[in-house]
């Protein structure tokens, strides 16, 4: 594990970290969790931030994909914004299989996601200091990210290859795209709130997603 990134307001806005782990558990179940995490921020104009993570987390060996393991899941706001599990509705799914959530549930993960943050009221020269009056960030974001298994995954659909695209699988990246806003709420937690397109979603449009997640 290494840091030297410096935290702004709501983020992070200098520097980089990583973190390489393996986890073996022992018992009932036997598997292996592994994460590689790469971030990397750099400022090519003050006061903006050029912010880009490359993550990857897996499960591996006999039990990864036990049915008493919770599935792991891209959709949430941390991750891949716009899939998150309470934004889908009947209209949407319906009540049965729904491709477009299931597409988000594996054993093994990547994401990746780049964003360019910058203090807007700073910008304008509201306020004193680099952020202005308030303690707010803006960031325009892409982030995109694939889940997948093995064949044994999800067993409703025999005809569907639960590998990812690039192992021969049917599974494809999930991708999205907007804007962020986020507020220091007194140095207690932070409040983020987007306006985001999920594109593998054709029946949802643009939406606000609110979340307590500070930047990558």
């Not at 009932?28 to 931030?49: A, C, E, H, Q, W």
């Amino acid at each position: 594990m290494y840091d030297n990134s410096f935290f702004g307001i709501a983020s992070p806005i200098l520097g980089q970290r990583y973190r390489i782990e393996v986890a073996p558990t022992f018992g009932s179940l036997n598997f292996v969790n592994g994460i590689f995490d790469f971030r990397k921020y750099v400022m090519p104009k003050r006061p903006f931030t050029l912010a880009g993570r490359l993550m990857s987390y897996g499960r591996y060996g006999r039990d990864a994909e036990d049915l008493r393991l919770q599935p792991i899941s891209i959709g949430y706001p941390g991750l891949v914004r716009g899939y998150d599990i309470n934004s889908f509705s009947v209209n949407e799914c319906g009540f049965g299989f729904c491709d477009a959530y299931e597409q988000l549930l594996g054993s093994k993960m990547i994401v990746g996601n780049l964003e360019l943050r910058f203090p807007p009221l700073g910008v304008f020269g509201i306020g004193d200091g680099f952020f202005g009056f308030l303690p707010l960030e803006m960031a325009f974001f892409v982030d995109g990210g694939i889940a997948w298994g093995s064949d044994n995954f999800r067993w409703e659909t025999p005809d569907f290859n639960e590998d990812a695209f690039f192992l021969g699988g049917d599974r494809k990246p999930v991708w999205s795209t907007g804007v962020s806003f986020r507020f220091n709420m007194f140095n207690y937690f932070i409040l983020g709130v987007d306006w985001v397109k999920p594109f593998q979603r054709p029946d949802k449009g643009w939406y606000l997603q609110f979340n307590m997640v500070p930047g990558f």
